[in-house]
C-alpha cells in the first residue's frame, strides 16, 4: 500500500531495509508480542472491528468529542530507546534480521523520515490513531491488494475509525507520553517492513502470497480480523 500512497518505498530504500521471505514470516507472526501495551492494540482493532457491524452509524462517523490525547511530544531519546527495544525483540526470533535493523535505525531517522512522507496525507507518527491507521492500511493492502494506490480520504476515513477505536478504551487515558510514542512508533516501523517485504516480493506471486499469509495471522494475533473486512474510500467496511 505505502508505495504510491505514503511513499515509503522510497523510504525504504534509503533505509536500506531487507525482509527475506522467512524474515517476514517471523516478523509478522511474531508481531503482536512486539507491540508495546498490546492489551490495547487488541481493544483497539476488536473495537475498530465491532463498530463495522453497528446499525446505528456509518464506519468512519466521528463518535468523539476531542482526539487531542492521541498526540504526543515525540522525543528523540525515548524514539532510540523505542528502536533499540524493537531490534531486541526482534533478535530473539531473527538475529539477521535484527542486525539489519539496527543498522538502518543507526544510519537514519527512520521514524522521522517517514514523518515526512505521511504529511501530505494528513497523518502524523506523533498521533497514536494515525500510526495504527498506517499500520492497518498497510497490512490490509499487503494481504489483498499490495499494488492499489490509497487516496486521501480513505487515510482520513481510517483515521476517523482508528481514533473512535482508541479512545473507547478507558486505559488509553492512563498512558503517558512515552508509551504512547512507543506504541506509535513500533505501528510506523511494523508498517514499513510489511511494505519493504511487499516491494522486494516485486512480481513473485509466491513471495506476495506468503507475505499476505503472514500478514494476516499477525494482525489476526493483534486482533484485526483483515478477511472479515474491506477497505474503501469510506474506511474499512464489513467484507
Not at 502470497?209 to 477497505?231: H, P
Request: charged share 20%.
Amino acid at each position: 500500500m505505502l508505495r504510491k500512497y505514503y511513499k515509503i518505498a522510497s523510504a525504504v530504500a534509503i533505509l536500506g531495509l531487507s525482509v527475506t521471505p522467512a524474515h517476514a514470516q517471523d516478523v509478522f507472526l511474531q508481531g503482536a508480542q512486539n507491540w508495546a501495551n498490546n492489551s490495547l492494540t487488541l481493544r483497539t482493532s476488536q473495537a475498530l472491528q465491532n463498530s463495522l457491524s453497528a446499525p446505528d452509524r456509518s464506519p468512519g462517523q466521528s463518535q468523539v468529542v476531542s482526539t487531542a490525547s492521541l498526540t504526543y511530544r515525540p522525543s528523540i531519546e525515548r524514539r532510540r530507546a523505542n528502536l533499540a527495544s524493537f531490534v531486541e525483540k526482534t533478535r530473539k526470533n531473527d538475529p539477521e534480521g535484527a542486525a539489519g535493523l539496527e543498522r538502518s535505525f543507526a544510519a537514519n531517522d527512520v521514524i522521522g523520515l517517514l514523518d515526512r512522507e505521511l504529511a501530505p496525507f494528513g497523518l502524523s507518527v506523533s498521533n497514536v490513531a494515525d500510526a495504527y491507521t498506517v499500520w492497518a492500511v498497510t497490512a490490509w493492502q499487503a494481504a489483498f491488494d499490495p499494488s492499489a494506490s490509497p487516496t486521501r480520504p480513505m487515510a482520513q476515513a481510517v483515521r476517523s475509525q482508528s481514533s473512535n477505536a482508541i479512545l473507547a478504551s478507558p486505559a488509553f487515558a492512563s498512558l503517558s507520553e512515552a508509551e504512547k510514542q512507543e506504541m506509535a512508533e513500533i505501528y510506523i516501523v511494523q508498517a514499513a517492513m510489511i511494505q519493504a517485504a511487499v516491494d522486494q516480493a516485486g512480481g513473485d506471486q509466491a513471495r506476495l502470497r506468503q507475505i499476505a499469509s503472514a500478514v494476516k495471522k499477525g494482525a489476526r494475533a493483534s486482533g484485526l480480523d483483515l478477511d472479515r473486512i474491506t477497505l474503501t474510500q469510506s474506511g474499512f467496511q464489513p467484507r
